[in-house]
């Protein structure tokens, strides 16, 4: 049987410790991002908008270079299709008429014409028919 325990009560983390995390998180990218290149020279001490939102500017560009590179791959398997497609029927016509041809010398007529310069002949005369007799008829 199941032992009863107590149940251990859900620590409630209200929303803007959560917040601050985040933006704690947040500042701590920019500052590394910021002590490795001096972003803040560049922009103006200032004027911190762009260092703030380095993770979401960093977000975008990496989608865009995601989107760009996913845009080239459909269009070069793009050409890749339309050059199997061209192959393909190249080899679709070559097997038409291989197969025509072997259609062709497969005829009696064009076997009696091949083997002709070899001395044989069609035969004139019908083929016999051959009758076995049973040994319960003898």
Same mark, same amino acid.
């Given at each position: 049987?199941? &032992?009863?325990?107590?149940?251990?009560?859900?620590?409630?983390?209200?929303?803007?410790?959560?917040?601050?995390?985040?933006? @704690?998180?947040?500042?701590?990218?920019?500052? /590394?991002? +910021?002590?490795?290149?001096?972003?803040?020279?560049? =922009?103006?001490?200032? +004027? $911190? /908008?762009?260092?703030?939102?380095?993770?979401?500017?960093?977000? !975008?560009?990496?989608?865009?270079?995601? *989107?760009?590179?996913? +845009?080239?791959?459909?269009?070069?398997? =793009? @050409?890749? %299709?339309?050059?199997? &497609?061209?192959? #393909?029927?190249?080899?679709?016509?070559? $097997?038409?008429?291989?197969?025509?041809? =072997?259609?062709?010398?497969?005829?009696?007529?064009? %076997?009696?014409?091949? !083997? $002709?310069?070899?001395?044989?002949?069609?035969?004139?005369?019908?083929? *016999?028919?051959? #009758? #076995? &007799?049973?040994?319960?008829?003898?």
């Amino acid at each position: 049987m199941a &032992k009863n325990t107590f149940r251990k009560p859900e620590r409630v983390v209200p929303e803007r410790v959560i917040k601050r995390k985040r933006e @704690r998180r947040r500042l701590r990218l920019a500052a /590394w991002l +910021n002590d490795l290149i001096p972003l803040d020279r560049l =922009f103006g001490e200032d +004027n $911190a /908008w762009p260092i703030h939102h380095i993770d979401r500017i960093l977000w !975008v560009t990496f989608l865009l270079i995601l *989107y760009i590179g996913l +845009n080239h791959n459909a269009e070069r398997l =793009f @050409r890749r %299709i339309l050059r199997t &497609k061209a192959q #393909v029927s190249e080899l679709r016509s070559q $097997a038409t008429v291989l197969q025509a041809d =072997f259609d062709k010398s497969g005829k009696q007529s064009e %076997i009696s014409r091949r !083997v $002709a310069p070899l001395g044989l002949s069609d035969s004139q005369t019908p083929p *016999y028919k051959i #009758v #076995v &007799k049973s040994h319960e008829e003898q």
